[in-house]
């Protein structure tokens, strides 16, 4: 079993910055890709970036590549997700999430097996 805890979410002005953490319980955590996703209103749940377990492999949705940049530190069992250059399209709840490895892609969210309980970021235009 695998906890998730997101943390960092925020409002805050357009063009500017957050960082979001998802911090794992568990030993495991090093066995596992991790994912951010994040649900708009009225949305359906969408990919933003993952992390291979050993962070060799990184990927990122078009809509944020440049802007976000997602890390992970298995010694602290957390992964991050810093945002900069926010636009009030990016206002949504995020996820963190964690997959064991071995799937096919990261970007699936059916791909995942533990889910965190969201953060809510939201950006003022």
């Known amino acids: 079993q695998v906890q998730l805890v997101e943390s960092g979410g925020g409002l805050v002005q357009a063009g500017g910055s957050l960082r979001l953490s998802c911090a794992a319980s568990?030993?495991?955590?090093?066995?596992?890709?991790m994912g951010w996703f994040r649900q708009a209103p009225g949305k359906e749940r969408e990919f933003v970036a993952a992390?291979?377990?050993?962070?060799?492999?990184?990927n990122y949705a078009d809509s944020v590549k440049g802007r976000f940049t997602i890390s992970r530190d298995n010694a602290k069992n957390t992964v991050y997700l810093q945002m900069n250059g926010l636009k009030p399209e990016d206002t949504a709840v995020y996820y963190c999430?964690?997959?064991?490895?071995?799937?096919?892609?990261?970007?699936?969210?059916?791909?995942?097996?533990?889910w965190g309980q969201g953060t809510q970021v939201t950006v003022s235009s």
């Open positions: 568990g030993r495991t955590f090093s066995s596992y890709f």
């Open positions: 999430a964690a997959g064991f490895i071995g799937r096919p892609t990261m970007r699936d969210p059916l791909n995942y097996d533990y």
């Open positions: 992390i291979s377990a050993s962070a060799f492999i990184i």
